[in-house]
């Protein structure tokens, strides 16, 4: 993959692997769900959100990276996830699943309502650490996705790449997507240079990304 300036996170080495193992091994709570900024928590935790459009997986991998089955609420329906959902990990952290973007059939006061929330949140936190950005293995990063990577560029949030749904992309294809995403990334001065392949379903890249929450400072 050296041609690109960006490259798939590998594997954690077993002392890195065991310090995700660890933080995730911390209990994990869901704390509540936000309409608007006054109902945040208290901005005393690191913090991560997860970022995507609808459909793409954000739920059902903070489930996988919890080890909980039902954490956060899946579905087929997209737009499931409407409200800006923090839950506890450990004493130190907070997982955040944002409402899903892109989803055709929402009316649009309510699509705006979640841009204006979305924006003040990505720009108001001073604790959010890092943002994973969610993309189907399938399609690449789309038209819809390039808005929030050029809002969290603006917000100065560092944001990661998350390949979801790998399990369904045969193993051939896997180079052509990550170009695709390599390629977009490289005008995006917020994107973090390792992109993260995973299946919520398999378990594939869970322990790195694991790994990877629990090294942020
Ligand atoms: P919204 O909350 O609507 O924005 O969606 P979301 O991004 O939270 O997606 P969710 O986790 O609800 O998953 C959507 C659908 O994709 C569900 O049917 C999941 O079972 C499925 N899904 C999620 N991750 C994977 C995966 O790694 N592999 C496969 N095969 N299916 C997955
Ligand atoms: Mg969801």
């Known amino acids: 993959m050296s041609q690109f300036t960006f490259k798939t996170a590998d594997a ?9 193992r660890k933080l995730f091994a911390g209990q994990t709570e869901f704390l509540k769900g936000v309409v608007a900024m006054d109902g945040m928590p208290p901005a005393d935790r690191l913090e991560v959100c997860f970022a995507g459009r609808s459909n793409v997986g954000k739920s059902s991998l903070i489930n996988a990276i919890t080890g909980r089955k039902a954490l956060a609420r899946t579905s087929n329906t997209p737009g499931r996830t409407q409200e ?3 839950f506890t990990l450990a004493e130190s952290h907070y997982l955040v699943d944002l409402p899903g973007y892109g989803f055709a059939e929402a009316p649009l006061p309510i699509v705006e309502k ?4 979305l924006k ?3 720009s108001g936190r001073q604790t959010l650490r890092r943002a994973f ?17 050029t809002l969290l560029d603006k917000s100065a949030v560092i944001f990661q790449v998350v390949l979801t749904k790998i399990d369904k992309i045969k193993s051939k294809d896997q180079n052509a997507v990550i170009a695709q995403v390599s390629q977009v990334l490289s005008s995006h001065p917020a994107a973090y240079p390792e992109i993260v392949l995973t299946s919520s379903e398999k378990g594939d890249g869970i322990a790195t990304l694991r790994s990877i929450i629990a090294t942020l400072e």
Do not use: C, M, S
């Open 120 to 122: 003040a949140y990505l």
């Open 84 to 86: 800006i959902n923090f």
């Open 114 to 117: 979640w841009q204006r929330l």
């Open 12 to 20: 954690p080495e077993p002392d890195i692997a065991e310090i995700g």
């Open 133 to 149: 950005v969610l993309i189907d293995a399938r399609h690449g990063i789309k038209k819809v996705d390039q808005d929030i990577l």
